[in-house]
């Protein structure tokens, strides 16, 4: 049992390059999430996906698209990388209509030049 | 929005002390309230939690407390040990849109001093 898992672990990008970030759970959870996480700025929901077939915006979704893919995996996508865009992304989910406990992946790190 | 504030930033303890950690939210509707701690290159993992329906809960040198009224929650830590430092981040939420989507605070970074 994995748990949340990603790829990759470390990526590097130059500006206007595009990437996918992947992300599969196999805890047969409904909802799965990403964050991005900046120094002194904690966790902030870039998109949501409630439950398989369903995505929705969270608090910092422009310059990202998400898709998921089946119950287990959920993706983002940067279609234009900005520096802006360096940071930790966490993938997350949780089994959501019965209790809200979300697990983390182990993170990506990025970095746009 | 929505919007969780986590005080204090930083917080330094000597081995042994008790730590605090306070989150205040705004969303009436919050009725999960769980804690993660982050050590430096991992993951959030969670902690403890809390349900709007409780008021209090302990987990051995760990304890959160629930005031719905003043939409305050807290965590303590007692007999801290150099290995409770790390980040800790407080979040939110509620299953209003069919799934627990947190609003996190910002983080305290704490550091026990031995």
């Known amino acids: 049992n994995a748990g949340v898992t990603q790829t990759p672990k470390f990526q590097v990008l130059k500006t206007g390059q595009s990437m996918t970030l992947q992300c599969a759970q196999d805890m047969n959870h409904n909802s799965m999430y990403w964050y991005r996480q900046d120094p002194g700025m904690g966790l902030r929901l870039i998109y949501y996906s409630a439950s398989e077939g369903t995505t929705d915006k969270g608090e910092v979704p422009n310059g990202y698209n998400v898709s998921r893919l089946n119950k287990r995996e959920f993706s983002l996508r940067l279609e234009s990388a900005a520096p802006s865009q360096t940071s930790v992304y966490f993938c997350?989910?949780?089994?959501?209509?019965?209790?809200?406990?979300?697990?983390f992946g182990p993170g990506t790190r990025l970095t746009v030049l | 929005g929505e919007n969780v504030e986590q005080h204090p930033s930083t917080l330094s303890v000597q081995e042994g002390d008790s730590a605090v950690i306070k989150c205040t939210y705004s969303d009436s509707a919050s009725n999960y309230f769980p804690w993660y701690k982050q050590e430096l290159g991992k993951r959030p993992q969670l902690i403890i939690d809390i349900r709007s329906n409780v008021g209090e809960k302990k987990d051995q040198r760990i304890a959160v407390t629930l005031n719905k009224t003043a939409k305050h929650f807290s965590l303590h830590i007692t007999e801290t040990q150099p290995e409770d430092s790390a980040v800790y981040f407080c979040a939110a939420s509620n299953g209003y849109w069919g799934t627990y989507k947190y609003i996190f605070g910002t983080g305290t970074r704490l550091k026990v001093l031995a």
């Open positions: 997350a989910s949780s089994e959501a209509l019965t209790t809200g406990t979300q697990y």
